[in-house]
């Protein structure tokens, strides 16, 4: 048996055939995709499967964060960069601080510092175990998510706050919505909360466009589902942030293409597949009624922030620079990395 780093790494000498070939990393790839799974879904077992255990399984990825980056250090794979030491040194001195200067309580300066210590991490662990087969192979999976993802959000949209499928962490009752429009609420899908609506299909956009570019990768009937649904799933979110994330996602697209010519064929066929789901989707009644909802909650929120300009202007981009510019009014210690969170 031959370990290798990375399967497409090995190359095949026609004398010396190798009958089973295993990937060193096989294991740490798995333990990526649990977690990559367990993102998606945990909030589908706090609400609905398993409601009782709702508050043990905010840390159900923990172990899987930890027990990745453990790995990676004995192997000898864990990156080294400035950025990941900086965040993992914050994330030290923070207990300190907490414990001595803050509110004293260990285990809440733990579960905070968590973040910063294991799952900030697993950032650059995926960077370096991961190749290009394996990102497709998690876009691919992505794709086949979505479809059922944006059947479930539709439900949920058209569905009481009472109803099993809008119930709440723990299994409340009362609803995960949040306020949205026209008497509708906004779909959290499988997450505890609305954001992660936004950010799952804000996500999945990358490699239904991607996609696109690279069609022998992938069932076409597939992607096309997909791309329905992401486009069904803006005004079904009502989600103002999802829209605009999805329209800097083609900008990027269409500047991509712009440094390499020979895919603007691809993305004429993109574009024109992405017109006609839409065009299909504007008549369907249902659909109408969701485009009603966001309509209404993009024309009320813009007006509340004084139309476009204050939209992006105010609350988009101002609050990045405001996270510079107003940085002088804050305590040296800050406010913790829980500030204003809520689980």
Known sequence: MVEIENASDLVLAP????????????????????????????GALRKWFLPGLATPLLIIRDPVAIWLVIKCWQRGLFPSSIYLNGMIFIGVISIFIAIFLGHGNLLVAIYGARILLFHFPLIYVMGKVLNREDVVKIGIATLWITIPMAVLIFLQFYSPQSAWVNRGVGGDMAGA???????????????SFTTGTTSYFSYAACFIFYFWFDLKRVNKLILIGATLG?????????????????????????????????????????????LIIIVALSQLSAFKTATEAFTSRFTSASTTEGGLKGTLGTRAIGGSVESLTGSADQPILGYGIGMGTNV
Request: hydrophobic content about 50%.
């Open 15 to 42: 004398d010396k055939p190798i009958h089973k070939i295993k990937d060193r990393n096989s294991d740490l790839k798995t333990g990526i995709w649990i977690y990559f799974l367990l993102v998606i879904f945990e």
């Open 230 to 274: 992401l486009f069904a799933a803006i005004p079904l979110s009502i989600s103002r942030g999802l829209f605009f994330q999805t329209g800097v996602t083609i900008m990027f697209l269409i500047l991509a293409v712009s440094r390499k010519p020979k895919y603007f064929g691809k993305l004429l066929v993109a574009l024109l597949g992405g």
């Open 177 to 191: 919505g949040y306020s949205g429009a026209n008497g509708f609420f906004r779909p959290p899908a499988t997450f």
